[in-house]
Structures are given as structure tokens and as C-alpha cells.
């Protein structure tokens, strides 16, 4: 409640301003964090969903201010703000991605339901919590990001798959070349992909687990300059 207001339901112009701006920036900050990690809601997105959120929060508290002296009327600040977390549910769902054997899009989801009760904290005016509120986010995805980098992703299994012409010892080069990058195979899957009058294919699929992911794509080139290989992709 800001101390200027003369009664609940009341606020200035200015005020409304303020927290406008404010949405725009707090959810620009993570927006840009966002954006800065090639994730689908980037920047206008979350400033989009925490400037409706705060507008919104605005209108519940103060657009019906004129009805609150009616007999029959009743009031409720926190209605638009339980179906602004309802929507933005809807709208994280569309960000998650089910590609194979892995799940995309939940630390996206995740932001942008954050973003937007960033966005009613402020609309509602409780300005040190929504900073407080971005500033551990951003230390979250930025910090965790790295952490999990470093110690977890090794940890990930990933889908290496190589398609080639069958040739003597291909198999053999192309496990001493992740062996000496110290690439573990947890399984191999060889597929017989050759057409009817044309020269034997195959299509090796490798389950992988890399100490340094940095080297994947170093190791992906190699592969892919080998003599036979035609295809060469990491999932």
C-alpha cells in the first residue's frame, strides 16, 4: 500500500506509472538473461508477460474502485490475479518440448510463471519483493546455469548418431576418436540403412556420456571428416 494513497481503492496516475515501468524493466532484466541463452521467451516475451501481469493486478485492485460502496457488489483484488497464473500456466506449456528421450522447456515454463507473479507483486505494489524476486532469479539461471555445465551435463546421456558407407575398421576409428577425448559409450545400436543397388549404409548410433561437452562438437567435426560418413548429429 503506498502511503500517498488516501484510501485502498484509490491510486494516482503517477503510481500507476511507476509500476508500469518497473514490470517493464524487472521482467526486461530477465528477459534479457533469457535471450542472452538463445531460449524461445527471450526478451519481449517476459516483458510482455510481466507488464500484463502488473496491468492486470492494477485493474483488480483499483478498476472497479467506484463499485465497492454497492450494496451488492463484492470486491475481490486476488480474482484477475489467480486467472493470470491459470493463463500463464497455458502459455509455459506451449515452451516445453518433448524431443525423443529428453524434455525441453521447463526452466523456460518455470521463468515465465515466475516473471508473472513478478509482474502482480509489482502491479500490487510490493516493490522490494519483486526486485528481491529478480535478483535471485537471475542469480539462479545465471549461476545454476554454469554449475550444472560443469558437473551435471557430463553426467547426461546423449544421442550420437553416424550415418556412413560400411567400410574396413570405420567402427574402430570412430571409438578410439571419443575414447581419447575420454567419451564413454554406454551402448551402440548398428542399423543396416542400404538401398537396393546402392552401396552398404549403415547408421551407428552411439548412447554417449562426456566429462567436457565443450568437446562434443570438436569430436562431431572429426567424425564428420572421415572418409564414408555422410551424416553425423548429436541429440
Not at 558407407?165 to 570412430?174: G, M, Q, S, V, Y
Request: charge should be neutral; glycine fraction near 8%.
Amino acid at each position: 500500500m503506498d502511503v500517498m494513497t488516501a484510501t485502498p481503492w484509490q491510486i494516482s496516475d503517477w503510481h500507476i506509472l511507476l509500476r508500469l515501468l518497473l514490470a517493464v524493466v524487472l521482467g526486461g532484466l530477465i528477459g534479457f538473461e533469457r535471450e542472452q541463452s538463445n531460449h524461445a521467451a527471450g526478451l519481449r516475451t517476459n516483458i510482455l508477460v510481466c507488464l500484463g501481469s502488473c496491468l492486470l493486478m492494477l485493474l483488480s485492485m483499483y478498476g472497479f474502485s467506484e463499485f465497492v460502496n454497492e450494496t451488492n457488489v463484492r470486491v475481490d483484488p486476488a480474482r484477475l490475479a489467480s486467472a493470470v497464473v491459470t493463463g500463464v500456466g497455458f502459455l509455459g506449456a506451449g515452451t516445453i518440448l518433448f524431443t525423443g528421450k529428453s524434455i525441453t522447456g521447463l526452466t523456460t515454463a518455470a521463468s515465465l510463471w515466475v516473471v508473472a507473479a513478478i509482474g502482480l507483486s509489482t502491479g500490487a505494489g510490493f516493490y522490494f519483493a519483486s526486485i528481491s524476486v529478480t535478483l535471485i532469479m537471475l542469480l539462479v539461471l545465471y549461476t545454476f546455469n554454469k554449475l550444472e555445465r560443469k558437473y551435471i551435463a557430463s553426467r547426461t546421456e546423449k544421442l550420437l548418431k553416424v550415418q556412413l558407407t560400411d567400410r574396413p575398421f570405420i567402427l574402430k576409428t570412430i571409438h578410439a576418436m571419443l575414447s581419447d577425448r575420454q567419451i564413454i559409450v554406454k551402448k551402440l545400436i548398428i542399423e543396416d540403412d542400404s538401398e537396393r543397388d546402392s552401396p552398404a549404409q549403415m547408421m551407428l548410433q552411439f548412447y554417449i556420456r562426456s566429462p567436457k561437452p565443450d568437446g562434443d562438437w570438436v569430436v562431431l567435426d572429426e567424425i564428420k571428416q572421415l572418409e564414408g560418413v555422410s551424416r553425423v548429429s548429436l541429440e
